[in-house]
């Protein structure tokens, strides 16, 4: 497998790992809760960028940054996932809004304080 079939994977999946990683931390550990739910909306963005560079707006008709594999063998199903010219920008504004509101939310927290936690799993995944 290429770096360019899994990028778009890792650009959905990433902010879901950060918000597993979120809900096994220890509760009250606010500050390292902030810095995964950044880091992980952080990368998933970086990923998304790439993919927006790397992308070739050029060919129509096609998906790109396509995965296609199997999966579940037992029942044939398989993990197929791809993106076209309109897609991977609102992808790519989908992950920005989210790291802008993961931002946003490290000194502007909602009411009440003891949901850091719960808070940010929702915010990243």
Do not use: E
Not at 76 to 98: E, F, K, N, Q, S
């Amino acid at each position: 497998m290429t770096f360019d079939q899994w990028l778009l994977s890792l650009v959905v999946f990433l902010p879901l790992v950060g918000a597993g990683v979120i809900v096994v931390l220890p509760k009250g550990q606010h500050a390292l809760v902030r810095l995964v739910a950044l880091i992980a909306s952080g990368a998933a963005l970086v990923f998304g960028i790439v993919a927006l560079v790397r992308f070739d707006f050029h060919a129509s008709g096609t998906f790109q940054f396509s995965v296609n594999t199997r999966w579940i063998d037992s029942i044939g199903a398989r993990y197929h996932m791809g993106v076209d010219g309109i897609a991977l920008p609102l992808l790519v504004l989908t992950v920005a809004l989210t790291f802008l509101c993961v931002v946003y939310s490290q000194k502007i927290m909602p009411k009440p304080q003891d949901k850091v936690k719960g808070f940010f799993a929702r915010c990243t995944s």
